[in-house]
Every structure is written in structure tokens, then in C-alpha cells.
């Protein structure tokens, strides 16, 4: 590492104006790792913000294929990050080296997809209402509208995803798409990861001519508030608790200009289990459901937290299976000490309850995560009592039994806005509970049949968002490219000469897109 490593990125140079460090950690041993980091001062905070203002009229002024090329060039530098920062990733987050690799591979790839969405140009949102000076009673004026970035973007990194949530991941992408210079909050649980990205960002820019503040980073504990606070900032991207979440999005709502917070926080993903698919498949259901809740030691936002299942011989051999499989899995070793430490309050709270059974897994330990199975009275949901509502992030889940169809019902009513639902189900099942969909809806983002929500694909149809408290915002999604409408707003011109609106309302229609002209799709230019 170099002699520079450890302070804030701030208008294209280096920065550390305070004495108070922070310390880079081992997450699987939780010893000191030889890296130290500045703690950004609230000067910092301002300095970086600053840079991001003053960069924010060059770069949403540039062509959108010029962003793409600062995009794809993000991208290429990540790619070339060598084997030693794969390994510095393992070891900050104890993730294994495969799923560091396809996380990156992911990162450099919905960098390429927004690059793509630039120079398709379809974000734009050309819309033109031509001149109707003969129209009576009133003439018609000429009126032509695009989206523009909203400005500066404070972006906090995840835990659970160092890459692809975090320093060039999917806010900090969008923002950059959509023309926002972004100022990032490293995540104190891999710091050393966020520096490394972060220089892979400033050289791209610098290799591409992009304003010098179109990325700045900083460090440090207590910085997001002044952040967030701060008068250049128009809109914040954030992954994380609903704890946290719900502090910035209050911040940003006393401010003297609010702003929006677009915060990804709390899901518990239910599986609804129907009566045929276990009856066809209930063993292979319960090997699948073991598998999904563990994967990534149950560190993803989308992790089966609710398992729910109609009382029947069935349903019961599908749980004598599933707690079976999740007794034997091993324990694992979670992001940082804060995850752990979060997961065993978690288990500690849920398991008290006198309503709530144990079902499966070794007793808890100090340094590793050990799975666990819980089964919970329904009367809790129809209830309304909020313990089964919280996420418990790790390799945890509850199973609630139904009576009957009625019961299933009321307990979908009850739940709290959520990422994913998913229904397994066979035909049969989905004919016979058709009037689910429609309930499901109102309370997600992402609809699953027959299969697994903890994987997120990176696409233009995909939705990672949902309502409260899933997010902070259930019109939008922080995965796949309709993330970049979060940092778009409309601007209308109305009777501009030709040569002053911009090139995507031209008569010329010199970037070829596909406009709403007088109500109807056209890629012709206009008389």
C-alpha cells in the first residue's frame, strides 16, 4: 500500500486534516490489519461537497456518451485491480474468494449496463408537445421536456456487499449516470476495499477528462450527518438498518431544503409455501430453503426471514425435513464484529419470547454465526406484535403454521412492506390461491414463483425496492437500470428556438432517441 492510503479522496487529491484515526480489521480474527485511516473533519465534509457542486454543471452538461465512457473506464480499472486486492477483500470481510470475485464481476458489469443505458439515451425522457398557434380557444405553446440530474449525491456504503453495494456499486453508478458527482461514506468495516476502489474511480476520471469532484470519498464515524446536512447535497443513496435509514431520512427532511433519502433497510422476504408443491416436493423444498437462508451466512437483504406453510401432514414432514437440514449446517464467520454482535441481540430477543419455539441449531457461540430455526404462533402476525416484523441479519429464520386459507390471508395482510415475496407452489396451488397475487403486490417489490430471493439480477426489468420498511421510497429500486430515475428530475422548455434547447429536444433529433412527439413514439426528426 502506498504512503497516502488512509486519506479522504476529495477533488481529485488526497486529503487528512485530522489527527483521529481509524483502524482496519481482520474480520475473520478481528486482529488490526496494517492499515490506518483519517477520520474526515467537518472541513473535510465541506471541501468535498464543494468539489461535488462545482463539478456538478461540467459533468450533467457532458454528452451521455461521454459519462459512458467514464463508466466503462470505472470498470475497467476495477477489472484491473489485481489477485492482492482480492485478497484484501477476503480478508476485511471473511468472504470467500469465489464470491469476492463474482461480486466484482458484478460491480464492473452494471457499471457496463449503465454505460449502455447512456448511450441509448431512453433516460432522457424526451417528450415534445410541438406549437398549436391556430388551436382555439387558446393556441398551444411549444413545449419540450427532458430529465436532468438533481445534483449532488451522498451515497453510504453497504456491509453485506463491499463491491457491488458499496464504493462503485449500484448508487454510486446511477448517480454518475444520471450527471450527479457523488460524495461516498467508506464503510468502516472495509476501508482499505473502499480506498482501493476508490483510486480506480479518480483514475478513470482523470483518464477520461472528468471533473475533478465528480467522486470524492470520506471516512469516518459521524460523518453522515454532516453529510447529509449539508446545503450541496440534493438526494442521498443509502443500504443498511432500518435504524439508520430512518435517522438520515428524518435528517434530510428537517433540513431547510429537504432532499429525498432513497433507503434500501428492512426485509424479512417471506417463502408462502402451498399444499400441492410440498406435497410433490416438500423434501426438496426444505433442501432448497436450507440453502438459500445460508447462503452468505444469511448476510442479504433479500434472505428468507418468514417461512409460511398451510397446517397438513405435509407441511409438517416438509418442517421435520427442514429442521433436520438446518441443525446440520455449519457455523460461519460473519462481515465484521457489529454483524455478529447484531445477530446475537437478534437471537437472544426472539428466542425469549414465550410464543416462539426452537427448532433447530447449536447454541450460539462468540466468533462464528450458527444457524437457526425458530417456529412462531401466528397469533403474533394476526396480532400485530412487531417481533416477527424484524429482520435478524444472519443464517436465521422463522416458520409460521396457518390454519387455513382465511388465516393465510389475514397473515399476508398483516405483514409490513417488504423487498421479496415469493410462492412455491405447483399449478394446482397457483389456481386455487389466485387472489394472492394481487394482496402480494401491495406489500412488495419483487415477486418470486418456484424459486429463491437471495439472488438479485442486474437488469433493466429487475426491482430491488418495496414499500416501507423495505425502503425508504417504494417508487423506485437501487438495482437494475430504472436506478437511475432516483436522481433524475423533469425540466420543460416552453417556445425555445431551436438552437438553444438542448440536443435530445431538437428538431434534428441529433442523438437518434425515441421521443413522445405529440403523443406518439417517433425517432424522426421534426420540420
Not at 430529465?147 to 453497504?158: Q, T
Not at 450527479?180 to 476502489?197: E, I, L, Q, Y
Not at 423434501?283 to 409460511?308: D, K, M, Y
Amino acid at each position: 500500500m502506498s504512503d497516502i492510503l488512509g486519506q479522504q479522496f476529495i477533488d481529485g487529491q488526497r486529503s487528512a486534516l485530522g489527527r483521529e484515526t481509524l483502524q482496519s480489521l481482520d474480520a475473520s480474527t478481528g486482529q488490526a490489519l496494517p492499515y490506518v485511516f483519517h477520520q474526515a473533519t467537518a472541513q473535510e465534509v465541506e471541501l468535498a461537497v464543494a468539489a461535488a457542486t462545482r463539478a456538478f454543471a461540467p459533468l450533467r452538461q457532458l454528452p451521455p456518451p461521454r459519462r459512458a465512457e467514464f463508466l466503462d473506464a470505472i470498470a475497467e480499472e476495477i477489472d484491473g485491480l489485481g489477485d492482492d486486492f482480492i485478497a484484501l477483500v477476503c480478508q476485511e470481510t471473511a468472504l470467500p474468494e469465489g464470491r469476492v470475485r463474482g461480486e466484482r464481476s458484478r460491480t464492473t458489469g452494471q457499471l457496463r449496463l449503465f454505460a449502455q443505458v447512456l448511450r441509448r439515451g431512453d433516460f432522457l425522457g424526451a417528450r415534445i408537445d410541438q406549437a398549436l398557434p391556430a388551436r382555439t380557444p387558446l393556441p398551444r405553446p411549444d413545449l419540450r421536456q427532458y430529465r436532468i440530474g438533481v445534483g449532488p449525491v451522498a451515497v453510504f456504503g453497504a456491509s453485506n456487499f463491499p463491491l457491488a453495494f458499496s464504493t462503485a456499486g449500484g448508487d454510486t453508478a446511477s448517480a454518475l449516470a444520471a450527471g450527479c458527482p457523488v460524495v461516498f461514506k467508506a464503510h468502516s468495516g472495509h476501508m482499505a476495499t473502499a480506498d482501493r476502489v476508490a483510486g480506480a474511480i479518480v483514475r478513470a476520471a482523470q483518464r477520461t477528462g472528468m471533473p475533478t469532484g465528480v467522486f470524492n470519498m470520506i471516512y469516518g464515524a459521524g460523518v453522515g450527518q454532516a453529510l447529509v446536512k449539508a446545503e450541496g447535497i440534493k438526494a442521498v443513496g443509502f443500504t443498511g438498518s432500518l435504524k439508520g435509514g430512518r435517522a438520515l431520512s428524518d435528517l434530510a427532511a428537517a433540513r431547510a431544503q429537504p432532499i429525498p433519502v432513497f433507503a434500501e433497510m428492512s426485509s424479512i422476504n417471506p417463502v408462502i409455501l402451498l399444499p400441492d408443491a410440498l406435497s410433490s416436493r416438500g423434501r426438496q423444498i426444505a433442501e432448497e430453503l436450507t440453502a438459500s437462508v445460508n447462503q452468505g451466512c444469511g448476510q442479504f437483504c433479500t434472505s428468507p426471514g418468514l417461512i409460511i406453510g398451510l397446517r397438513s401432514p405435509q407441511f409438517s414432514a416438509f418442517l421435520d425435513a427442514f429442521a433436520q437440514n438446518m441443525g446440520g449446517q455449519p457455523a460461519q464467520t460473519m462481515l465484521n464484529a457489529g454483524a455478529l454482535h447484531s445477530y446475537r441481540a437478534g437471537l437472544q430477543h426472539i428466542a425469549a419470547h414465550d410464543r416462539v419455539d426452537h427448532l433447530a441449531g447449536q447454541a450460539q457461540g462468540e466468533s462464528k454465526a450458527q444457524p437457526q430455526l425458530f417456529k412462531a404462533d401466528v397469533q403474533l402476525l394476526l396480532d400485530g406484535d412487531p417481533l416477527l416484523q424484524e429482520e435478524i441479519f444472519g443464517p436465521a429464520t422463522v416458520v409460521v403454521e396457518v390454519a387455513d386459507h382465511q388465516q393465510l390471508r389475514g397473515v399476508l395482510d398483516s405483514l409490513h412492506g417488504q423487498l421479496t415475496a415469493t410462492l412455491i407452489a405447483d399449478p394446482a396451488d397457483l389456481d386455487r390461491f389466485s387472489e394472492l397475487l394481487p394482496l402480494l403486490e401491495d406489500k412488495v417489490g419483487r415477486l418470486l414463483l418456484n424459486g429463491y430471493p437471495t439472488g438479485v439480477e442486474v437488469s433493466d426489468a429487475m426491482v430491488h425496492g418495496g414499500p416501507w420498511p423495505a425502503t425508504s421510497d417504494a417508487r423506485g429500486t437501487s438495482v437494475g437500470t430504472l436506478a437511475i430515475d432516483r436522481f433524475l428530475r423533469p425540466v420543460c422548455y416552453q417556445n425555445y428556438p431551436d438552437e438553444y434547447l438542448p440536443p435530445a429536444l431538437q428538431n434534428s433529433n441529433p442523438l437518434g432517441l425515441n421521443r413522445l412527439v405529440d403523443g406518439q413514439w417517433s425517432r424522426s426528426p421534426l420540420s
